[in-house]
């Protein structure tokens, strides 16, 4: 399994040799320290820890003595993995053409209305709707839900600030020197939020 950790950057456009464009984003990816490698005897899973980001030493726990990186990820190992504890990977493990999820945090919206958060149409604009075009109209009653409101409902309420996962995107370039990656698409987040790539 290929993975990264990175930092979103821009949005740019890329046109391939047809000159057809493409949008893409900018990551600044890796590079990544393993700092460690669970195996099925001892922590009864496979899998890799990397590091990602220099973090100050005054910021470093005590638990964390030796580990100084801003980011700590478990990725799954297959059981012909040959990484081992202090080696170095780079964006070099992605190529040209890759397929690949991105998971990140989305940007926050804070509080929202059911239009803006679900899609909801609101009321007709129509004699007689003063304050009522954008409200979600019924939430329950008497015949529908037996007197109270079902969980699930769509409603008002916080908005972004959730993990999301884009699939099926296509790695277009690879920059060994600068650390760069520039994948087909928009990713989850602003600018600086971290992510997540998986091949």
Known sequence: MKFMLGTKGRMTQVFDEKGVVSAATVITAGPLTVTQ?????????????VGFGAKKESKVNKA?????????????????????????????VFAPGDVVAVSAISKGKGFQGVVKRHGFHGGPRSHGQKNRERSPGSIGGGGRAGGRVVKGMRMAGR????????????????????????????????????VEIRG
Not at 37 to 49: D, F, I, L, R, T
Not at 161 to 168: A, L, P, S, Y
Request: no cysteine.
């Open 37 to 49: 490698v669970k195996g099925k005897e001892s922590e009864g899973y496979e899998a890799v820890q």
């Open 64 to 92: 964390q003595t030796g580990k100084p990186f801003k980011v700590l990820r478990e990725f799954p190992a297959d059981g012909g993995s040959k990484l081992e504890a202090g080696a170095t990977i780079d964006v070099s």
């Open 159 to 194: 908005m972004g600030g959730e993990r999301i996962t884009v699939k099926n995107l296509k790695v277009l370039q690879v920059d060994v020197a600068t650390n760069t990656l520039v994948i087909s698409g928009a990713i989850p987040g602003k600018p600086g939020t971290l």
